[in-house]
């Protein structure tokens, strides 16, 4: 089966520090993969290479046989539409209300009409359980709230991989739980996920492949059994027991 994303000998540097290493890796359709490692390893940079939030210095990056840097600049808002990015702050608009914030790429993006974006929106704000928020503002929502939010607001452009960074990160313990049964549910549809988390319990069970990166480059990888119940890397046990 052809990947859904593929990363082929990435590498990336900001002046002289090299910051992803000849990175390979690949995810297949309907997969979720976990990304793990200290902070500075790396991840999020990895994560925004994959919809060109920052320009790799070599490798490429292939989407459904695809590669990101081929084509123009209407292909890239295409392409950051199959790359359905979440970050850990929300990054909603404030002076808009829900639905303005889950229709505006569509139309943008996608070029979309209203009544198509606004149908789309309806539909993937249920499925985060916000069906009744259309009309809500960012602000009058908790933070779990504004997170499945711009999860929806990714899923309405139809992406062929969704990337997380730390996606529960700034949210209150309390409202971590809601975002994690969402990654759960999307995951159960079949959705193909590459999640930055520190949430270990998660990644240990919902994950079908777990991979440690530290120092830019990937360490260790393999089904979450292995990696978090017996890891072969020396630095991947020191990474787990310093989380205690
Ligand atoms: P992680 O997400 O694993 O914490 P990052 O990808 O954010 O790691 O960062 C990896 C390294 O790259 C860090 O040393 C960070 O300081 C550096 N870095 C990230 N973004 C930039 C940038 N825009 N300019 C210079 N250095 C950066
Ligand atoms: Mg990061």
Redesign the pocket.
């Known amino acids: 089966m052809r990947p859904a994303l593929e990363i082929i000998s990435l590498s990336k540097n900001?002046?002289r520090?090299q910051?992803l290493r000849d990175i390979s890796l690949s995810v297949k359709p309907g997969e979720l993969v976990c990304l793990i490692?200290?902070?500075?390893?790396?991840?999020?940079?990895?994560l925004r290479c994959c919809n060109r939030l920052e320009e790799p210095s070599g490798g490429d990056i292939v989407i459904e046989g695809r590669n990101i840097h081929a084509g123009t600049a209407r292909d890239l808002q295409r392409l950051r539409a199959r790359t359905g990015m979440v970050f850990q702050g929300f990054n909603l608009y404030p002076h808009l209300d829900v639905m303005g914030n889950v229709t505006l790429a569509q139309r943008k993006a996608l070029g979309r009409g209203r009544g198509e974006a606004e149908a789309k929106a309806l539909e993937m704000l249920a499925m985060v359980g916000l069906g009744e928020k259309a009309k809500a503002f960012p602000a009058e929502l908790s933070g779990g709230q504004q997170q499945r939010v711009a999860i929806a607001r990714a899923l309405a452009l139809d992406p062929t991989v969704m990337l997380f960074?730390e996606p529960t990160s700034a949210l209150d313990p309390e409202l971590v739980g809601s975002v994690l049964a969402v990654m759960r549910d999307l995951k159960a549809r079949g959705m193909t996920m590459l999640v930055?988390t520190h949430e270990m319990a998660f990644a240990r069970e919902a994950a079908d492949r777990v991979v440690f990166?530290d120092g830019?480059l990937i360490v260790e990888e393999g089904p979450p059994e292995a990696v978090f119940g017996a890891p072969r890397m020396e630095r991947t046990r020191a990474f787990l027991q310093r989380l205690g």
């Open positions: 900001f002046g520090s910051v490692g200290p902070s500075g390893s790396g991840k999020s940079t990895l960074d930055v990166m830019g």
